[in-house]
């Protein structure tokens, strides 16, 4: 046994549903006939993260892929499934430790 939790077939599911936009914990629990509670609970024992982190990650990367695109950060934000604006700007500053548009003007700097 390697110590490392083995991945449940429901947990896969609940992965790849909790990526896609739009999708809250309660309703992949639901779809899987799982509490919220269990849900949580396998979440921290595989990936050691919430399902709720889970999907803040996963909005994150989507808003990252569409940096180069055309469009308000308010219309990227909503692209990536973000509520609006000011969700996307608390996530990102998070994640990043500094706001959307420095992070865009280092890369562009570091580009250059």
């Known amino acids: 046994?390697?110590?490392?939790?083995?991945?449940?077939?429901?947990t896969d599911c609940s992965i790849g549903e909790?990526?896609?936009?739009?999708?809250?914990v309660g309703a992949v629990a639901t779809e899987l006939r799982w509490s919220r509670r269990r849900l949580v609970a396998q979440f921290r024992q595989v990936l050691k993260i919430t399902p709720t982190v889970f999907g803040r990650i996963a909005r994150y990367q989507r808003l990252l892929a569409t940096l180069d695109a055309e469009g308000s950060w308010a219309e990227q934000a909503i692209a990536a499934g973000y509520f609006d604006k000011s969700h996307m700007t608390r996530?990102?500053?998070?994640?990043?430790?500094?706001?959307?548009?420095?992070?865009?003007?280092?890369?562009?700097?570091?580009?250059q």
């Open 1 to 10: 046994m390697s110590g490392v939790p083995e991945l449940c077939a429901e």
């Open 18 to 24: 909790l990526a896609q936009p739009g999708i809250t």
């Open 91 to 111: 996530d990102f500053t998070a994640f990043t430790g500094r706001s959307p548009r420095a992070y865009v003007d280092d890369r562009v700097t570091f580009v």
